[in-house]
């Protein structure tokens, strides 16, 4: 079985800096998708940014990048010029691309970044 | 709708009783999944519909838990005889086409606490 590990419970940033949050996942497969969802107070999973396991390219979405380690199974979440608008819950997931797995997602505890203005 | 949309928001219901979670999907979406959030862990994969195939209910915990999807819309999550452990946020996700379109659209979760 997969298992996703968030290493930080919690993290700060100064509001404008950069933070990376960590993420480490075991799996014995080699096709699977990697995900970040934001978890705001209103408690609704807001998707942030996703990789392809096949893709060699660590994808970015305007302020949010991340960094995929295949080989070390590691997929960190940098976030660039903080906002205050990014403080939230953090969640890494993966997702098996094997439909026998009914592609849920398996998600890691959560890390609650804290952005101070 | 445009969104998943979930009721209640909030519940509160007394240890031994018997709670309905209810779940909205977008219109269209085949695929629909309970998802269980318990005070400082992850999320837990509780059970997923696909169309009018056989769910998969490998995440329930106990027989206590049960779901249904009507019509392959509406989904409704019944906890039977609550303990206290029960006590979490119940969030429900729906997608297009999971193998072919990597989207989930959450909903904002029921808040279940038993007392």
């Known amino acids: 079985a997969q298992t996703v590990t968030q290493s930080q419970p919690e993290m700060s940033v100064q509001e404008a800096e950069t933070v990376t949050l960590s993420c480490t996942y075991d799996t014995s497969e080699s096709d699977y998708y990697l995900f970040w969802y934001k978890q705001p107070p209103s408690r609704q999973m807001i998707l942030v940014i996703r990789q392809e396991a096949y893709k060699q390219q660590n994808a970015t979405e305007n302020r949010f990048s991340v960094n995929f380690q295949k080989a070390a199974k590691s997929f960190s979440l940098k976030i660039s010029d903080s906002q205050l608008g990014d403080a939230a819950m953090y969640f890494c997931?993966?997702?098996?691309?094997?439909?026998?797995?009914?592609?849920?997602?398996?998600f890691g505890k959560g890390t609650l970044l804290t952005v101070n203005p | 709708g445009a969104g998943v949309s979930q009721s209640p928001s909030n519940k509160v219901t007394e240890k031994g009783k018997d709670v309905e979670l209810r779940c909205d999907p977008i219109?269209?979406?085949?695929?629909l999944y309970w998802y269980r959030q318990s005070l400082g862990q992850g999320l837990e994969f509780l059970i997923y519909?696909?169309?009018?195939?056989?769910?998969?209910k490998s995440g329930l915990p106990s027989d206590r838990f049960s779901a249904e999807r009507t019509g392959g819309s509406v989904s409704t999550l019944t906890i039977q005889r609550t303990q206290q452990e029960d006590s979490a946020v119940y969030l429900c996700?729906?997608?297009?086409?999971?193998?072919?379109?990597?989207?989930?659209?959450f909903g904002s979760g029921t808040r279940l606490t038993v007392v």
């Open positions: 997931a993966y997702r098996s691309d094997s439909g026998g797995s009914n592609y849920k997602l398996t």
């Open positions: 219109s269209g979406h085949t695929a």
């Open positions: 996700a729906s997608s297009l086409d999971p193998g072919r379109d990597y989207g989930y659209t």
């Open positions: 519909f696909q169309g009018n195939s056989a769910p998969d």
